[in-house]
T-cell receptor
Framework: DGGITQSPKYLFRKEGQNVTLSCEQNLNHDAMYWYRQDPGQGLRLIYYSQIVNDFQKGDIAEGYSVSREKKESFPLTVTSAQKNPTAFYLCASSARQETYGYTFGSGTRLTVV | DAKTTQPPSMDCAEGRAANLPCNHS???????VYWYRQIHSQGPQYIIHGLKNNETNEMASLIITEDRKSSTLILPHATLRDTAVYYC??????????????FGKGTKLSVKP
Protein backbone atom coordinates (compact mmCIF):
# COMPACT_ATOMS: atom_id res chain seq x y z
CA ASP A 1 0.00 0.00 0.00
CA GLY A 2 1.19 3.52 -0.76
CA GLY A 3 1.82 5.78 2.16
CA ILE A 4 4.16 7.93 4.17
CA THR A 5 6.26 6.44 6.95
CA GLN A 6 7.88 8.23 9.84
CA SER A 7 10.37 6.60 12.13
CA PRO A 8 10.90 6.17 14.95
CA LYS A 9 7.55 6.73 16.64
CA TYR A 10 9.19 7.79 19.91
CA LEU A 11 12.65 9.29 20.24
CA PHE A 12 14.62 10.43 23.27
CA ARG A 13 17.58 12.74 23.01
CA LYS A 14 20.03 14.17 25.45
CA GLU A 15 20.46 17.90 25.49
CA GLY A 16 23.16 19.08 23.11
CA GLN A 17 22.80 16.15 20.71
CA ASN A 18 21.64 16.33 17.12
CA VAL A 19 18.97 13.84 16.07
CA THR A 20 17.54 12.94 12.67
CA LEU A 21 13.90 12.04 12.06
CA SER A 22 13.11 9.90 9.07
CA CYS A 23 10.29 10.45 6.56
CA GLU A 24 9.79 8.19 3.54
CA GLN A 25 6.93 8.14 1.03
CA ASN A 26 6.10 5.79 -1.83
CA LEU A 27 3.27 7.89 -3.25
CA ASN A 28 5.43 9.43 -5.99
CA HIS A 29 4.66 12.84 -4.52
CA ASP A 30 6.84 15.77 -5.52
CA ALA A 31 6.38 17.91 -2.41
CA MET A 32 7.19 17.07 1.20
CA TYR A 33 6.75 19.00 4.43
CA TRP A 34 7.76 18.97 8.08
CA TYR A 35 5.50 20.33 10.81
CA ARG A 36 5.96 20.67 14.54
CA GLN A 37 3.09 20.39 17.02
CA ASP A 38 3.20 21.37 20.69
CA PRO A 39 0.56 20.25 23.20
CA GLY A 40 -2.81 21.91 22.59
CA GLN A 41 -1.50 23.79 19.59
CA GLY A 42 -1.92 23.59 15.84
CA LEU A 43 0.79 22.51 13.42
CA ARG A 44 3.62 24.90 12.51
CA LEU A 45 5.60 24.54 9.30
CA ILE A 46 9.34 23.94 9.71
CA TYR A 47 10.60 23.22 6.19
CA TYR A 48 9.14 22.18 2.86
CA SER A 49 10.43 20.90 -0.43
CA GLN A 50 8.62 21.14 -3.75
CA ILE A 51 11.19 19.16 -5.72
CA VAL A 52 14.32 17.08 -5.25
CA ASN A 53 17.44 19.03 -4.26
CA ASP A 54 15.42 22.09 -3.31
CA PHE A 55 13.80 23.14 -0.04
CA GLN A 56 12.55 26.28 1.69
CA LYS A 57 12.26 27.45 5.27
CA GLY A 58 8.86 27.53 6.86
CA ASP A 59 7.76 29.63 9.81
CA ILE A 60 10.00 28.05 12.46
CA ALA A 61 13.13 26.76 10.68
CA GLU A 62 15.70 27.94 13.24
CA GLY A 63 17.52 25.03 14.84
CA TYR A 64 16.44 22.55 12.16
CA SER A 65 17.97 21.33 8.91
CA VAL A 66 16.72 19.13 6.06
CA SER A 67 17.90 17.49 2.86
CA ARG A 68 16.06 16.24 -0.21
CA GLU A 69 18.46 14.04 -2.15
CA LYS A 70 15.76 11.59 -3.22
CA LYS A 71 12.14 12.11 -4.14
CA GLU A 72 11.05 9.52 -1.59
CA SER A 73 12.94 10.85 1.41
CA PHE A 74 12.93 14.09 3.42
CA PRO A 75 14.85 13.66 6.70
CA LEU A 76 14.72 16.35 9.39
CA THR A 77 17.65 17.00 11.70
CA VAL A 78 16.94 18.65 15.02
CA THR A 79 20.18 20.35 15.98
CA SER A 80 21.48 21.40 19.36
CA ALA A 81 20.66 24.98 18.34
CA GLN A 82 16.93 24.23 18.72
CA LYS A 83 16.18 25.58 22.18
CA ASN A 84 12.98 23.66 22.87
CA PRO A 85 12.94 20.54 20.70
CA THR A 86 10.49 18.43 22.70
CA ALA A 87 7.43 18.16 20.44
CA PHE A 88 5.42 15.99 18.08
CA TYR A 89 6.85 16.11 14.55
CA LEU A 90 4.71 15.39 11.50
CA CYS A 91 5.82 14.80 7.93
CA ALA A 92 3.49 15.19 4.95
CA SER A 93 3.63 14.90 1.18
CA SER A 94 1.57 16.06 -1.78
CA ALA A 95 1.52 15.79 -5.55
CA ARG A 96 2.53 18.96 -7.34
CA GLN A 97 -0.71 19.49 -9.17
CA GLU A 98 -3.01 18.09 -6.53
CA THR A 99 -5.88 19.92 -4.92
CA TYR A 100 -6.78 17.33 -2.31
CA GLY A 101 -4.22 18.49 0.20
CA TYR A 102 -1.58 16.53 2.00
CA THR A 103 -1.03 12.97 3.15
CA PHE A 104 0.42 12.90 6.64
CA GLY A 105 2.59 10.37 8.41
CA SER A 106 1.79 9.14 11.90
CA GLY A 107 4.37 11.37 13.56
CA THR A 108 7.47 11.12 15.75
CA ARG A 109 7.33 12.22 19.37
CA LEU A 110 10.70 13.67 20.38
CA THR A 111 11.57 14.12 24.02
CA VAL A 112 14.74 15.80 25.24
CA VAL A 113 15.97 14.33 28.51
CA ASP B 1 -0.84 33.06 10.90
CA ALA B 2 -3.99 31.08 10.27
CA LYS B 3 -6.66 33.04 8.41
CA THR B 4 -9.55 31.24 10.07
CA THR B 5 -11.40 31.47 13.38
CA GLN B 6 -12.96 28.42 15.00
CA PRO B 7 -14.49 27.77 18.43
CA PRO B 8 -11.98 25.97 20.66
CA SER B 9 -14.34 23.14 21.59
CA MET B 10 -17.77 21.64 20.89
CA ASP B 11 -19.78 18.69 22.16
CA CYS B 12 -22.12 16.52 20.14
CA ALA B 13 -24.37 13.60 21.07
CA GLU B 14 -23.65 10.31 19.35
CA GLY B 15 -25.89 9.81 16.32
CA ARG B 16 -26.69 13.49 15.97
CA ALA B 17 -25.30 15.86 13.35
CA ALA B 18 -22.17 17.77 14.29
CA ASN B 19 -21.99 21.25 12.79
CA LEU B 20 -18.56 22.86 13.04
CA PRO B 21 -18.38 26.55 12.13
CA CYS B 22 -15.45 28.44 10.67
CA ASN B 23 -14.99 32.13 9.93
CA HIS B 24 -12.66 33.23 7.13
CA SER B 25 -13.72 36.81 6.52
CA UNK B 26 -10.52 37.78 4.65
CA UNK B 27 -10.62 34.91 2.17
CA UNK B 28 -9.47 35.75 -1.34
CA UNK B 29 -11.08 34.70 -4.60
CA UNK B 30 -8.45 32.04 -5.33
CA UNK B 31 -8.45 30.52 -1.86
CA UNK B 32 -10.15 27.24 -1.11
CA VAL B 33 -11.54 26.11 2.24
CA TYR B 34 -10.08 22.83 3.49
CA TRP B 35 -11.05 20.73 6.48
CA TYR B 36 -8.79 18.24 8.21
CA ARG B 37 -9.15 16.37 11.45
CA GLN B 38 -6.59 14.99 13.87
CA ILE B 39 -7.31 12.14 16.23
CA HIS B 40 -5.11 12.22 19.29
CA SER B 41 -1.42 11.60 18.57
CA GLN B 42 -2.00 10.80 14.90
CA GLY B 43 -1.33 12.73 11.70
CA PRO B 44 -4.12 14.96 10.35
CA GLN B 45 -6.57 13.39 7.92
CA TYR B 46 -8.09 15.18 4.92
CA ILE B 47 -11.90 15.48 5.09
CA ILE B 48 -13.17 17.77 2.36
CA HIS B 49 -12.50 21.02 0.53
CA GLY B 50 -14.43 23.54 -1.57
CA LEU B 51 -14.28 26.91 -3.30
CA LYS B 52 -17.79 28.32 -3.65
CA ASN B 53 -20.28 25.50 -3.99
CA ASN B 54 -21.38 23.19 -1.24
CA GLU B 55 -19.56 19.86 -1.30
CA THR B 56 -20.39 16.40 0.00
CA ASN B 57 -18.41 13.19 0.24
CA GLU B 58 -18.62 9.98 2.21
CA MET B 59 -17.24 11.62 5.33
CA ALA B 60 -18.93 15.01 5.55
CA SER B 61 -20.64 17.97 3.91
CA LEU B 62 -19.19 21.45 3.52
CA ILE B 63 -21.51 24.43 3.39
CA ILE B 64 -19.92 27.72 2.26
CA THR B 65 -21.85 30.96 2.58
CA GLU B 66 -22.55 32.96 -0.56
CA ASP B 67 -20.09 35.69 0.44
CA ARG B 68 -17.52 32.93 1.28
CA LYS B 69 -16.73 34.56 4.61
CA SER B 70 -17.72 31.53 6.63
CA SER B 71 -18.36 27.83 6.28
CA THR B 72 -19.73 24.88 8.22
CA LEU B 73 -18.51 21.31 8.26
CA ILE B 74 -21.33 18.85 8.87
CA LEU B 75 -20.82 15.30 10.12
CA PRO B 76 -24.33 13.93 9.56
CA HIS B 77 -24.35 11.14 12.14
CA ALA B 78 -21.49 11.61 14.59
CA THR B 79 -19.94 8.55 16.20
CA LEU B 80 -17.51 8.24 19.10
CA ARG B 81 -14.73 7.74 16.55
CA ASP B 82 -15.36 11.27 15.24
CA THR B 83 -13.93 12.71 18.46
CA ALA B 84 -10.95 14.72 17.22
CA VAL B 85 -9.58 18.20 16.60
CA TYR B 86 -11.02 19.66 13.39
CA TYR B 87 -9.01 22.22 11.45
CA CYS B 88 -10.46 24.69 8.97
CA UNK B 89 -7.81 26.04 6.58
CA UNK B 90 -7.87 28.45 3.67
CA UNK B 91 -5.37 27.67 0.97
CA UNK B 92 -4.45 29.52 -2.19
CA UNK B 93 -4.65 27.54 -5.41
CA UNK B 94 -3.97 29.35 -8.67
CA UNK B 95 -2.81 27.83 -11.91
CA UNK B 96 -0.19 25.21 -11.15
CA UNK B 97 0.70 26.61 -7.75
CA UNK B 98 -0.68 25.62 -4.37
CA UNK B 99 -0.07 27.44 -1.13
CA UNK B 100 1.09 25.65 1.98
CA UNK B 101 -1.45 24.44 4.53
CA UNK B 102 -1.40 26.71 7.59
CA PHE B 103 -3.03 25.17 10.64
CA GLY B 104 -4.67 27.10 13.48
CA LYS B 105 -5.68 25.54 16.80
CA GLY B 106 -8.86 24.00 15.44
CA THR B 107 -12.02 22.88 17.24
CA LYS B 108 -11.88 19.96 19.62
CA LEU B 109 -15.06 17.97 18.97
CA SER B 110 -16.14 15.59 21.70
CA VAL B 111 -18.82 13.10 20.71
CA LYS B 112 -20.61 11.79 23.79
CA PRO B 113 -22.71 8.62 24.16
Amino acid sequence: DGGITQSPKYLFRKEGQNVTLSCEQNLNHDAMYWYRQDPGQGLRLIYYSQIVNDFQKGDIAEGYSVSREKKESFPLTVTSAQKNPTAFYLCASSARQETYGYTFGSGTRLTVV
Amino acid sequence: DAKTTQPPSMDCAEGRAANLPCNHSTISGNEYVYWYRQIHSQGPQYIIHGLKNNETNEMASLIITEDRKSSTLILPHATLRDTAVYYCIVRQIEGGSQGNLIFGKGTKLSVKP
